[in-house]
Every structure is written in C-alpha cells, then in structure tokens.
C-alpha cells in the first residue's frame, strides 16, 4: 500500500513565524502535490513537483514556496505565517501517468494565531 | 477554466437506499473522471475512474457513469449503509492533459439507520 506521510496532524503558529511542513512518500512517485482546504472551497492546488527540485505554481502560491530534494520528500513552507493561512494542509502523491490517482496523507490542521 | 459543480448541500438518505451524487463540469471535455472520498479530518482516498469512452464503471456497490454530452457524471452508492456516510469528491484532469486534478467542492452524504 502507497503510504504518505505529513510531518504533524496540528500544528499552531504565531503570525510571522516561518512554517516547515513535510510530506513524505514510500512508493517511489514522480509526482508530489500540496494542498489547502477550506470549508465552502474545496481543495485548491499551491504547488506541484513533477521530479525532483522540478515544481510548479498552482492556483494559490502567494505566500508558499516548496522543495523537493529528494525523491519521496516535498516540504510546503510558509515565509511568514499569516491568519489566512490559518487552513488544513494535504500532500499528496502519483505516478507520472497521466491517469493515475493521486494518494493523499492525513492532512496537517496549521492554526495561525 | 474548467469549472466543477458538486452539490453543496448534504444528502440525506435512509440505510439500504441508493445514494447518487451529481458532478456537472463545463467548459471543456475531461479525457477521464475521477471519484474519491473523504472522511472528516482525513485526506481523499480514491474510489474509481471512468474514461470518456466509458458510459459506466462498477465496484462493488459502486456505479460511476460519464455523460459527455451533459458534462456530468453520476455516482451511486446502492444499499447505502451508515459507514457510507462522508463527503465524496469528484476531480478532473486539466484541459490538454497533465498529472494536476481540479476538485469538485464535494457532496456530504448521510446514511441513516
């Protein structure tokens, strides 16, 4: 079975604090993604890496930046934490084949006080 | 952009109905779709694809079909039982392929005894 794991379930932080969230995967994918849910929008798409230190912008990457160094591992970091960063947080995982399902972790709730 | 519509309002249903959950999209023709589920504080866990050559797909007590002409995809859960209850999601590939997913908002589903 496709394990993927994030680095803390809850997580709180005070505003303008520099936040690490990690993701890692056992199952050896090409393709990593984080996203952030909200109640009322869905998941929404901050960045994706397709290989290693490969990655690109998704929807919402103000404020976000990533880095993959190494195959099974893609850390999300926030800058400075804001209040509306305030969310929960999911990695997830896939092949590179463009059909493939994406496999998610248990998510990461960020409080930002 | 393609846009997915999933309906925002819980769906209530008694132990042993049939539960159908509505996924309308537009703007463009998805090669495939894909239906995940997502119980409360946990990441999705993908349940089937169908592709656009496919009318229907069956698992189990599961039935996904794919209108192309209507742009919706239908889901069906037969002889629903209380640990159907969760919010499922529906996602589409990007238009002109890649390995990104957009993510419907979901549909809470509630099974009842």
């Known amino acids: 079975d496709v394990k993927v794991t994030q680095s803390s379930r809850y997580l709180v932080k005070r505003t303008g604090e520099k936040v690490f969230l990690e993701c890692v995967q056992d199952?050896?994918?090409?393709?990593m993604f984080w996203y952030r849910q909200d109640p009322g929008l869905g998941l929404r798409l901050i960045y994706f890496s397709y290989d290693v230190k490969m990655k690109e912008k998704g929807d919402i990457p103000e404020g976000y930046s990533v880095s993959r160094e190494k195959k099974e591992r893609f850390s999300l970091i926030l800058e400075s934490a804001s209040t509306n960063q305030t969310s929960m947080y999911l990695c997830?995982?896939?092949?590179?084949?463009?059909?493939?399902?994406?496999?998610f972790g248990p998510g990461t709730r960020l409080t930002v006080l | 952009s393609q846009k997915i519509e999933q309906n925002s309002e819980a769906l209530n249903i008694q132990e042993g109905k049939t539960a159908t959950l509505t996924c309308n999209y537009t703007n463009y023709s998805p090669a495939y779709l894909q239906w995940y589920r997502q119980d409360p504080g946990r990441g999705p866990v993908f349940l089937l694809l169908i592709r656009e050559n496919e009318k229907e797909k069956r698992k189990e007590r599961l039935k996904v079909t794919f209108d192309t002409t209507l742009k919706q995809s239908l889901f069906h859960i037969t002889a629903s039982q209380p640990a159907d209850s969760a919010t499922y999601l529906c996602a589409l590939p990007p238009a002109g392929g890649g390995n990104k997913l957009t993510f419907g908002t979901g549909t809470q589903l509630k099974v009842e005894l």
């Open positions: 199952m050896d994918h090409e393709n």
């Open positions: 997830a995982s896939s092949r590179q084949k463009q059909t493939d399902t994406q496999y």
